[in-house]
């Protein structure tokens, strides 16, 4: 993996992932489903085991009805409903990086980054705390009044650590909205963004 550093700071448009923004049908093919939302993948792992082995996973143009079909007749209006309530989960974890960064400087918020080491040298936030094997294990003895703001490059990897945590009884975890990227564009102009090579 290659970063490519840029200087270039158009404005950075977050999509819409309200739950009426989700446009899914029976016939959404599953690539457009995880580009629509993201979490959509660790959603079907937990609620129906899709998703998660070679024998229950999924090809980007399958559509949501074959995939359901194909995991046991699942009926898929019920999938649908989950993956809407799912998504709203998901969007309450959420964090705008101007919400994030006032958090942050006010005490009541840390910034842990799950970026890749490289990532995480060629450019990170002030303060943030790159997320190790060590940290993993020290973050449920932190201080719970304390929120804990997990970011990434654009939010996808970070809402899953939220997520993740969030099911492993750490109530106070959030993901910062659009990562880095959202951050140097609302917060820190100063910050390269890159891309993923």
Known sequence: MALTLSGTHSPYILPDMSASALNLTPETAMGELVTQFP?????????????????CGFHAEETLAEVCARNGNLPVNEVLAYLTQAQEVDARMEVTPVEAAALVQAGRAKLVDVRTREEFEAVHIEGAIPFTEQLMQELPGWDRSQQIIFMCHHG??????????????????????????????????????????
């Open 156 to 197: 996808v990897r970070s809402l899953d650590a939220a997520a993740y945590f969030a099911g492993h009884g750490l109530e106070n975890v959030r993901s910062l909205k659009g990562g880095i990227d959202a951050w140097s564009c609302e917060v820190d102009p100063s910050l390269a963004r890159y891309d993923l090579a």
């Open 39 to 55: 979490g959509a993948q660790r959603a079907l792992f937990r609620g129906y085991h899709i998703g998660g082995c070679s024998s």
